[in-house]
T-cell receptor
Framework: DAKTTQPPSMDCAEGRAANLPCNHS???????VYWYRQIHSQGPQYIIH???NNETNEMASLIITEDRKSSTLILPHATLRDTAVYYC?????????????FGTGTRLKVLA | KAGVTQTPRYLIKTRGQQVTLSCSPI?????VSWYQQTPGQGLQFLFE???????NKGNFPGRFSGRQFSNSRSEMNVSTLELGDSALYLC????????????FGPGTRLTVL
């Protein structure tokens, strides 16, 4: 399974865009990039996933570089409720397993 | 549609006891996975079930076991509890096996004294 590297922490001002980077330089062609977040002591919450095209949903946008070696999760207008640990995960599309390998994630703190 | 539910939410046990945790997946979901989260080791995969069969297992001792019922509900059991088993135990469900997004429950916080 491809490994991911994320900065341990980031701050963002409320109302501004939060851009969370993830490096996955060993990603394979059939591996998706998934993002989850975990608000203190709750279960991880699914945010978005993508293969190679940029994706957007009601929560966030996912920008994947052309070589797919890195991606950025964008929260367009961060609020205090977005303070959480954000995990970037890569997994094969047809892996036959849900063995997600979580890294240490990025602790995002949204400041008032 | 109701999310993944886990019971109990909090549990306190003493060393040597055993514990059973329960997970009810989202209605219609047939795959259930379990994870352990501790401050030192982070989120670690325990095992996953689909159609009442264990499909994959993480690197945990045999004291950790699980099962899935015909209605897709799942239980995990930890026998001979150790202090290090204190953790947040998370269950996640998905419609099928291995190809879909999985959705996590709120977790069961187990404290071993």
């Amino acid at each position: 399974d491809a490994k991911t590297t994320q900065p341990p922490s980031m701050d963002c001002a409320e109302g501004r865009a939060a851009n969370l980077p993830c490096n996955h330089s060993t990603i394979s062609g059939n591996e998706y990039v998934y993002w989850y977040r975990q608000i203190h002591s709750q279960g991880p919450q699914y945010i978005i996933h993508g293969l190679k095209n940029n994706e957007t949903n009601e929560m966030a946008s996912l920008i994947i570089t052309e070589d797919r070696k890195s991606s950025t999760l964008i929260l367009p207008h961060a609020t205090l409720r977005d303070t959480a640990v954000y995990y970037c995960i890569v997994r094969p599309f047809t892996s036959g397993t849900y063995k997600y390998i979580f890294g240490t994630g990025t602790r995002l703190k949204v400041l008032a | 549609k109701a999310g993944v539910t886990q019971t109990p939410r909090y549990l306190i046990k003493t060393r040597g006891q055993q514990v059973t945790l329960s997970c009810s997946p989202i209605s219609g979901h047939r795959s259930v996975s379990w994870y352990q989260q501790t401050p030192g080791q982070g989120l670690q995969f325990l095992f996953e079930y689909f159609s009442e069969t264990q499909r994959n297992k993480g690197n945990f001792p045999g004291r950790f076991s699980g099962r899935q019922f015909s209605n897709s509900r799942s239980e995990m059991n930890v026998s001979t509890l150790e202090l290090g088993d204190s953790a947040l135990y998370l269950c996640a469900s998905s419609p099928y096996f291995g190809t879909d997004t999985q959705y996590f429950g709120p977790g069961t916080r187990l404290t071993v004294l």
